[in-house]
Nanobody, 117 residues
Framework: QVQLIESGGGLVQAGGSLRLSCAAS????????VGWSRQAPGKEREFVGS???????LYGDSVKGRFTISRDDALNTWFLQMDSLKPEDSAVYYC???????????WGQGTQVTVSS
């Protein structure tokens, strides 16, 4: 059974930083793309970014230049470094994984990020 467990969420002031982690179990994702999405209250889930098995990255327009995704395949874990946070970044952040590439298939339970102004 695949499980993705996020950690690192919390409350931070605008301009600050947070680092989210996603630890996977039940499947080795070293050959798969992984990434993050987020959902704010009353809004649709939004793509944040992804990183392929070859370390190619994609980011949503709203986070480009501020967020960085990385992965440690030895730990079967990936990360979301969030800098220069804004109140509009407040959301539940979900880690996710693909089967190879394409759409996210596996999802974590989510972790809350709140950015105060």
């Amino acid at each position: 059974q695949v499980q993705l467990i996020e950690s690192g969420g919390g409350l931070v002031q605008a301009g600050g930083s947070l680092r989210l982690s996603c630890a996977a179990s039940g499947r080795i994702f070293s050959n798969d793309g992984v990434g993050w999405s987020r959902q704010a209250p009353g809004k649709e889930r939004e793509f944040v970014g992804s990183i392929s098995w070859s370390r190619s990255t994609l980011y949503g327009d709203s986070v480009k230049g501020r967020f960085t995704i990385s992965r440690d395949d030895a730990l079967n874990t990936w990360f979301l470094q969030m800098d220069s946070l804004k109140p509009e970044d407040s959301a539940v952040y979900y880690c996710a994984a693909q089967l190879g590439s394409g759409q996210f298939v596996y999802w974590g339970q989510g972790t809350q990020v709140t950015v105060s102004s």
